[in-house]
């Protein structure tokens, strides 16, 4: 998706989290993962700077 070092279910908990698709539980999973991994959370501030532009056009 988009860095090949996040593990594949870091990666889909931050596509739907950016897009605000995530069940409680799922978000509760992945704002524990963010407390915790600087690297994910640069990941997230990028994808979803990403999506504001995108849903600007």
Do not use: C
């Not at 950016?18 to 963010?34: N, P, Q, S, T, Y």
């Amino acid at each position: 998706m988009t860095n090949p070092s996040l593990p594949e279910r870091h990666e889909e908990l931050m596509a739907g989290y950016v897009l605000g698709d995530l069940d409680v539980e799922e978000a509760a999973e992945f704002e524990r993962l963010l407390a915790y991994n600087s690297e994910l959370a640069t990941e997230v501030g990028r994808l979803d700077r990403q999506y504001m532009q995108l849903i600007k056009l």
